[in-house]
């Protein structure tokens, strides 16, 4: 059974960078065959999708054209995890933030989602 | 970017009855790539239903999904305590790579 659990801070002043940490369990991030994602859902926005990492033997990143600019998604090769780090975050950026393991573009797995404050 | 709306907004039914729940797509979506979830307070989406029409995994087959092109429906036959919660849909893009999800319909007890 896939487990994923993320950390990282609830509170993050505005203009600093967002950073979450998902740990996978009961699978690799080097599947052949999953994709890493991260989703976040507020009030105003809804569910929406920010990202993704997978490797397909090269690493490739898909990003939301809304966040492209400002987002990294990266896999911690070594600790079997992948992370979020979104700069430059304002009030908007305020959401329960999930990661989700994708298969075929099908979110079939998810974490347990941590509600991110982006406040002074 | 596709836009993904759902109706109704709010359903409300009793334990027993039929919920059929629509989403529509501002362009037509690949049925491969069209999935619902079902979402309650406190925890992560769950997958109910991919390709359209494929149950996930442990999900009972009260819930059926059909649909094609831009209109799309999940269907709960019957009614469980357990099925009130917020339904979504989602797809992806094949060219635009991108995902997007609906803005939920909220299936409660009348």
């Known amino acids: 059974q896939v487990q994923l659990q993320q950390s990282g801070p609830g509170l993050v002043k505005p203009s600093q960078t967002l950073s979450l940490t998902c740990a996978i369990s009961?699978?690799?991030?080097?599947?052949?065959?999953?994709?890493w994602n991260w989703i976040r859902q507020s009030p105003s926005r809804g569910l929406e999708w920010l990202g993704r990492?997978?490797?397909?033997?090269?690493?490739?990143?898909e990003y939301a054209v809304s966040v492209n600019s400002r987002i990294t998604i990266n896999p911690d090769t070594s600790k079997n995890q992948f992370s979020l780090q979104l700069n430059s975050v304002t009030p908007e950026d305020t959401a329960v933030y999930f990661c989700?393991?994708?298969?075929?573009?099908?979110?079939?797995?998810w974490g347990q989602g941590t509600l991110v404050a982006v406040s002074s | 970017e596709i836009v993904l709306t759902q109706s109704p907004g709010t359903l409300s039914l009793s334990p027993g009855e039929r919920a059929t729940l629509s989403c529509r797509a501002s362009?037509?979506?690949?049925?491969?790539?069209l999935a619902w979830y079902q979402r309650k307070p406190g925890q992560a989406p769950r997958l109910l239903i991919y390709?359209?029409?494929n149950r996930a995994t442990g999900i009972p087959d009260r819930f059926s999904g059909s649909g094609s092109g831009t209109d799309f429906t999940l269907t709960i036959s019957r009614l469980e305590p357990e099925d009130f919660a917020v339904y979504y849909c989602?797809?992806?893009?094949?060219?635009?790579?991108?995902?997007?999800f609906g803005p939920g319909t909220k299936v409660e007890i009348k």
């Open positions: 989700a393991r994708d298969v075929s573009m099908r979110f079939d797995f």
């Open positions: 009961g699978d690799s991030v080097f599947s052949n065959t999953a994709g």
């Open positions: 990492t997978y490797y397909r033997s090269k690493w490739y990143h």
């Open positions: 362009q037509s979506v690949s049925s491969s790539y």
């Open positions: 390709g359209t029409s």
């Open positions: 989602q797809q992806h893009g094949v060219l635009s790579r991108e995902v997007t």
